[in-house]
């Protein structure tokens, strides 16, 4: 099991950019498949980015499509997510999260949280003047 840590989180004004890094140890996330989720105070987690292990799968939030990119350096073993255009509304904890793919998953729509069974500690990113 890979073991995952954030960072690059903080306080950005809206309009702002942040890029996100996920460091991944204990195994390479070349066959996992992986994703960044995010959760606001009262609201429940949700998924924001995915992109399955052979990249062929992307999927995003509608609400950041066009603003959010995810991400993989194979070289640093990391995994990333821009986020441009910072809106308040993206105000939340963000996580990485990855799963070892033994076969290839293509998903149609945004993922559970049960389908990951490795998680960062997460990272804090508030948008506010």
């Known amino acids: 099991q890979v073991q995952l840590v954030e960072s690059g989180g903080g306080l950005v004004q809206p309009g702002g950019s942040l890029r996100l890094s996920c460091a991944a140890s204990g195994s390479t996330l070349d066959d996992n498949a992986i994703a960044w989720f995010r959760q606001a105070p009262g609201k429940e987690r949700e998924a924001v980015a995915y992109m399955g292990a052979s990249t062929r799968s992307i999927l995003y939030l509608d609400s950041v499509k066009g603003r959010f990119t995810i991400s993989r350096d194979k070289a640093k073993n990391t995994v990333d997510l821009q986020m441009n255009s910072l809106k308040p509304e993206d105000t939340a904890d963000y996580y990485c999260?990855?799963?070892?793919?033994?076969?290839?998953?293509?998903?149609?729509?945004?993922?559970?949280?049960?389908?990951?069974?490795?998680w960062g500690q997460g990272t804090q990113v508030t948008v506010s003047s």
């Open positions: 999260a990855a799963r070892k793919m033994y076969d290839d998953l293509i998903l149609f729509r945004l993922p559970k949280e049960s389908m990951f069974d490795s």
